[in-house]
């Protein structure tokens, strides 16, 4: 069973930092894209970084291109996104996804998705 377990986030300044972490269980870094997603108020959902294996280089999104940082942890069997340099723009409830393909059908898996809010 896949469970994706999500911490972090909460109200911070512009110009601030977060970090969110998603522990995943069920889950295999080798045969699942990791991603991050954010949905802001008003908006759809938006991808904001992810890496298809360990051994790639994490893609990002233009607008948290310099700014966020996608990490894994391949023991611990979490991914982070560290954030920095935050935007008002940034605020939106962020979610962590994993991703599979069996037999020729794709799967989906969503954390419980954590607020971030930034403000003065």
């Known amino acids: 069973q896949v469970q994706l377990v999500q911490s972090g986030g909460g109200l911070v300044q512009p110009g601030g930092s977060l970090r969110l972490s998603c522990a995943a269980s069920?889950?295999?870094?080798?045969?699942?894209?990791m991603s991050w997603y954010r949905q802001g108020p008003g908006k759809d959902r938006e991808l904001v970084a992810f890496i298809t294996s360990p051994h790639d280089s994490p893609i990002y999104a233009n607008s948290v291109k310099g700014r966020f940082t996608f990490s894994s942890d391949n023991a611990k069997n979490t991914i982070y996104l560290q954030m920095d340099s935050l935007k008002p723009e940034d605020t939106a409830v962020y979610y962590c996804?994993?991703?599979?393909?069996?037999?020729?059908?794709?799967?989906?898996?969503w954390g419980q998705g954590t607020q971030v809010t930034v403000s003065s």
């Open positions: 996804n994993a991703r599979t393909v069996k037999e020729n059908k794709e799967y989906d898996y």
């Open positions: 069920g889950v295999t870094f080798t045969t699942h894209a």
